[in-house]
């Protein structure tokens, strides 16, 4: 998947330097431009979920486990969380994670407070 979409990269690098960038469907302005960029932020959201961890303050309580939507946080087989290569990068782990044990890159982010957001 990689390399092809580095082949494809190089194509539409080419073709913008020689000036004959074209659309194959004018009616589909941007779709490969965005079909491109997603599938890069798909790849690159697969390793950068590598960089998440739990550190003391987890109970393995398995919130994060049962809330992830790929699937990318398990139990090992000592019990630990184990964090895949499947990841989104949507952040469902960190923002609820009751004891805020879920660090991205070895640093900690606030969770996201709903409640602070909602008028009384």
Excluded: W
């Amino acid at each position: 998947m990689i390399k092809n979409t580095n082949k494809q990269i190089d194509i539409l690098v080419d073709r913008l330097n020689k000036g004959k960038l074209y659309l194959a469907d004018p009616e589909n302005k941007g779709v490969l431009g965005k079909d491109l960029l997603a599938e890069t932020f798909s790849v690159m959201a697969k390793f950068m979920g590598k960089n998440f961890s739990v550190d003391e303050n987890c109970v393995k309580c398995g919130i994060c486990v049962k809330n992830c939507p790929e699937k990318n946080i398990i139990f090992d087989d000592n019990k630990e969380i184990k964090f895949l290569n499947k990841c989104m990068l949507c952040t469902r782990c960190i923002h609820n994670c009751p004891k805020n044990a879920i660090n991205y890159k070895n640093n900690k982010y606030a969770q996201y407070n709903l409640n602070s957001y909602i008028k009384k």
